[in-house]
């Protein structure tokens, strides 16, 4: 599959453990954050959004905190499997009505058997 | 892949020659984008179309085009590829609004795309 990015940050994680993965987005006024997985040769994959009036916001296994004074996300992964190997981005939206998203460069997720 | 198909899926040009890519959604959604993505960048938003005859350019839209006859296709033209424009393209589809999920933007399975 295509790399989509020569330099990302790596996250090694021994299976079973848990995980974050960390975003730094650069809009204060941003509304509406997602969080993408994309396997590779594949197209990204939804995982989980939250909104600018939330913190933390949980789905099956995954997790998403929201500091908006530090303008810092994060995603936690319980119990990794080996199928969560990946790269993660997020994606930021810049205010309501704009349906445009910016997107992180991502981190490389790899889960150690 | 949220009912969006990409074709083709793998193409490879010579520079100078014209270049479409098509989109097509079963999903009914009002938006539509097209990205590319590049080592070292995220995801750059080329064009995006919020209703039929309905576009507008996006951060990196030099050299390319786009057109949306139907709700259900969004076409990318590169009037004359360049070496520069070898990327993988995606498109996404939102369905717009402020409900759940609806302003979520889903992905296609992208086209590789190599101009030589």
């Known amino acids: 599959g295509e790399s989509v990015g020569l330099h990302l940050p790596t996250l090694s994680v021994q299976e079973g453990d848990n995980s974050i993965i960390n975003c730094a987005y650069s809009?204060?006024?941003?509304?509406?954050f997602i969080w993408y997985k994309q396997e590779s040769g594949k197209g990204p994959q939804f995982i989980i959004d939250?909104?600018?009036?939330?913190d933390k916001r949980q789905g099956q296994r995954v997790t998403v905190l929201l500091n908006k004074t530090v303008k810092h996300l994060s995603l936690q992964i319980a119990a990794t499997q080996p199928g969560d190997s990946a790269v993660y981005f997020c994606?930021?939206?810049?205010?309501?009505?704009?349906?445009?998203?910016?997107f992180g460069t991502g981190t490389r997720l790899t889960i150690i058997p | 892949d949220a009912g969006i198909t990409q074709s083709p899926r793998h193409k490879v040009t010579e520079t100078g020659t014209p270049v479409t890519l098509r989109c097509h959604q079963t999903?009914?959604?009002?938006?539509m984008y097209w990205y590319r993505q590049d080592p070292g960048h995220g995801l750059r938003l080329i064009h995006y179309?919020?209703?039929?005859?309905?576009?507008d350019k996006g951060e990196v839209s030099d050299g390319y085009s786009v057109s949306r006859s139907k709700t259900e296709d969004f076409l990318l033209t590169l009037e004359s590829a360049t070496s520069s424009q070898t990327s993988v393209y995606f498109c996404?589809?939102?369905?717009?609004?402020?409900?759940?999920?609806?302003?979520?933007?889903?992905f296609g399975p992208g086209t590789r795309l190599l101009v030589l």
């Open positions: 996404a589809i939102s369905e717009g609004g402020t409900g759940t999920l609806q302003e979520t933007q889903y």
């Open positions: 809009n204060s006024a941003s509304d509406y």
């Open positions: 939250i909104r600018s009036n939330m």
């Open positions: 994606a930021e939206r810049a205010n309501f009505g704009n349906e445009k998203l910016t």
């Open positions: 999903e009914n959604h009002r938006y």
């Open positions: 179309s919020y209703g039929v005859k309905d576009t």
